[in-house]
């Protein structure tokens, strides 16, 4: 099993990620910056983004700078991870509170 830690970025309500001002990750330990990366917005038409990912090989930690992005949004960035999301929410069950309001 692969061990990941992935850091996103999800726009709603059909926004992109180009209509952010700006969007960088800065990976430090203790005081010490390891490994800095921005993204390039203008034009991107994204909903979502993977920015980068901690990931382990050989027993040790690493960061890798991703910066791919998902049309769709969530749904789509969701679904690369392996969980699946509804196109439709479920059905409400009726209200089982056995109280039926009625007119008088």
């Avoid at 830690?5 to 992109?16: E, K, L, M, R, S």
């Avoid at 800095?36 to 980068?52: C, P």
């Amino acid at each position: 099993m692969s061990k990941k830690i992935a850091f996103t970025v999800t726009c709603d309500g059909g926004q992109t990620v180009s209509g952010l001002r700006n969007l960088s990750i800065d990976v430090e330990q203790g005081a010490t910056g390891l490994v800095s990366g921005s993204v390039e917005l203008s034009g991107r038409q994204e909903a979502a983004l993977i920015l980068g990912e901690f990931y382990r090989r050989n027993n040790d930690w690493k960061f890798r700078f991703v910066a791919q992005g998902f049309n769709g949004g969530l749904k789509p960035l969701a679904e690369h991870f392996g969980v699946n999301i509804a196109d439709e929410p479920a059905p409400r069950s009726p209200d089982s509170s056995g109280c039926n309001p009625s007119a008088s």
